[in-house]
């Protein structure tokens, strides 16, 4: 089953590019993700399996990482890549 998720970060604290794109290049280096971001939102494509396990993963690790920080995610049945 294909799964396709949006998802933004909002760090709470003053520094906030860095647990953005930490987490973006977090992301990318996980296997058997298509991952495309723009200047609101990240999305993420692939293997429902791999994209919640990665999503997990990444989330974890910036939470460990950064600290407090808000995440909405959107998440969508089947294949939406542009």
């Not at 709470?12 to 609101?40: A, C, D």
């Not at 997990?56 to 995440?71: A, L, M």
Request: proline content about 6%; aromatic content about 12%.
């Amino acid at each position: 089953m294909q799964l396709s998720i949006e998802i933004s970060k909002y760090p709470l604290s003053t520094e906030y590019i860095p647990p953005i794109l930490g987490f973006i290049e977090e992301l990318n280096l996980q296997p058997g993700l298509t991952v495309l971001t723009n200047t609101m939102s990240t999305q993420v494509f692939g293997e429902y399996d791999a994209v919640m396990q990665a999503l997990q993963h990444c989330i974890r690790w910036s939470f460990e990482r950064y600290g407090k920080v808000v995440f909405v995610v959107k998440f969508i049945h089947g294949d939406l890549r542009p």
